[in-house]
């Protein structure tokens, strides 16, 4: 039998190829992923900044001035010393629950920026449940929480995760009406759809003026959502010493406090999409000179633009989250639940309701 060796060399090429052609593959579908995460952790480090330097003000202190200029490397200090920190494990607890417990609230709470439009053709999935895919995967987050109070045993580790599912619930109903009432008005669960219903009109066309009790309710519900001031009653620390991460130390008790500056970047992201226009410029078309056309350019210029729209708009509204952190005090549990079953429950879904009724009467 006699091989042809230039067939050989031809084989060999194309199995390289190909061989290539998956690894080129596997690197585009990992680059959206990678820069994703690292905008998410600028962003955080951002935020952590923001309220450190707006409680400071708030308060007439100095704040952080010493890590980096201006103390924007405050944050990353704090995670290094966190990081080489040592990890202690309960004698009588479940390590396994007890460990896996910070990781489930974090990537649950990763998973949903899956879904943020930042323009027009940036979003890591586009899908048509997208606004129901955050609502369903950040209910997820909580059991986190539940589990590590349970693996900690310890009873205020324990209370403080009850606390967290009981309130995960009260406030997860009033958020999804209202995000059904702006799914209504725009034809569509997808968060790209969403944005570009609100981009006729400019300013005018932003769902905060179509639905204003909605975004009341949906200000509130992810305020409790993200638990914080006046809704932290899961770590209330004259009642629970810390609540559900009493007894961490390390990373872990990192990975709690970075799963909360999480979740409120993407509360505020959503807000963004939700209710502000997303990548929109704030201005109608008849004021916008032709010449630029900033709304309807698609280039690397209009996605920058597109990018600095969504998250300026993003950082603007985390100021009402801050302030109401440094400002409000803590609530009672029972005025907590009151509030979210007795108030913001019914008003939502009268909300839903008057929305649906005019949908209706526009056919």
Sequence with gaps: MII??????????????????????????????FTLVLGITIGVLVIVWLEREISAGLQQRIGPEYSGPLGVLQALADGTKLLFKENLLPSRGDTRLFSIGPSIAVIAILLSYSVIPFDYHLVLADLN???????????????GLLISGYGSNNKYSFLGGLRAAAQSISYEIPLTLCVLAISLLSNSLSTVDIVEAQSKYGFWGWNLWRQPIGFIVFLISSLAECERLPFDLPEAEEELVAGYQTEYSGIKFGLFYVASYLNLLISSLFVTVLYLGGWNISI???????????????????????????LAKTYLFLFIPITTRW??????????????????LPISLGNLLLTTSFQLSSL
């Design 4 to 33: 042809d060796i230039r067939e050989v060399q031809d084989i060999n090429s194309f199995y390289r190829v190909e061989s290539l052609k998956g690894v080129y593959g596997i690197i585009w579908v990992l680059v959206p992923i």
């Design 129 to 143: 449940i997208g606004v129901f895919l955050w609502i369903a995967v950040s209910s997820i987050a909580p059991i």
């Design 284 to 310: 109608p078309y008849i004021f916008v000179a032709e010449l630029f056309e900033i709304n309807k350019a698609r280039g690397v210029f209009g996605t920058t633009i597109g990018i600095f729209i969504t």
């Design 327 to 344: 400002t409000l005090p803590r609530l009672r549990m029972d005025q907590l639940l009151n509030l979210g079953w007795k108030f913001l």
